[in-house]
């Protein structure tokens, strides 16, 4: 912002990694009791109109915390590589960008942007004081200044302050795309998954709006991977019934045992779906109901 401040560091060390913690009150001071979405804005799909400069002080909070934090007993430094998740961290490219630029330092630093859900951009209206409160040249404001939607998707349509119910596109404005700014200056560009990596540079869905310059920028899948113990064979899951290619017949029995605990029918010749997540396009719900 306009002015200095003062952060505290949280840091353990779990599993072989360093894990540390930004702590400022601009961070939770909104939020009393569980924060759910309230971390990002009052309601859902409502932000915060300081968003841009607490998550702007994340990412340099994430630049100092790596250079000067002594972890295991020294810094890291500045020979580093970055992963900035999403738009909440879209500033950290930016910023190593600036230092190199201006021959301050991480001239070995590299950083890549990695995408969750592409629905969630950083869309902020357009500042005129951005570059001075964001401490980015105006060259870097510009490039992630566009013409698009403040929130992705459609509204219902008003007549004189009712809602109706047609649905009609939310309306272009000139907007503040952090996650648009990491694409453009990381030094590559990453995705949970090679599937999603194709359809986000193919569908205007998927994409929302940024599947043109994914596909002039290029975006490399990476296959998310999980928890060593989330193994059938592993005891501490209590898997009753373990099946693989050659087993397929215990597949029957499993399902059998699964509508018993459920209350279902027991019949293995009823379908039966099991999903794990939002029911969101996003998250391949559009895939389930069509296939039913």
Known sequence: GDGMTTVRYFHAFKKGVDRVFVDHPLFLEKVWGLTKTKLYGPKWGSDYEDNQLRFSMFCKAALLATEQLSLGGYPYGQDVV????????????????????????????????????????????????????????????????????????????QTKGLKGGEEIANPSVQVLNMLMGAIKNADTVLTVSPGYAREVVSSSAKGAG??????????????????????????????????????????????????????????????????????????????MFEAI
């Open 82 to 157: 970055f992963v900035a998740n999403d738009w909440h961290a879209a500033l950290v490219p930016m910023y190593l960008k600036q230092a190199k630029a201006a021959g301050s330092g991480w001239l070995n630093a590299k950083c890549a942007v990695l995408l969750h859900n592409l629905v969630f951009q950083g869309r902020f209206p357009l500042d005129p004081k951005a570059a001075q409160r964001l401490h980015v040249p105006q060259e870097m404001v510009d490039v992630m200044t566009i013409s698009q939607q403040l929130k992705v998707g459609r509204q219902k349509e």
């Open 210 to 287: 940024m599947e043109t310059l994914l596909a002039q920028r290029g975006i490399i899948g990476i296959l998310n991977g999980v928890e060593d113990m989330v193994d059938p064979s592993n005891p501490e899951l209590g898997l009753p019934v373990e099946y693989d290619v050659s087993s397929l017949h215990l597949k029957a029995k499993g399902k059998r045992m699964m509508q018993c605990e459920l209350g279902f029918e027991q019949d293995e010749s009823i379908p039966l779906f099991i999903f794990m997540g939002r029911l969101d396009a996003q998250k391949g719900v559009d895939v």
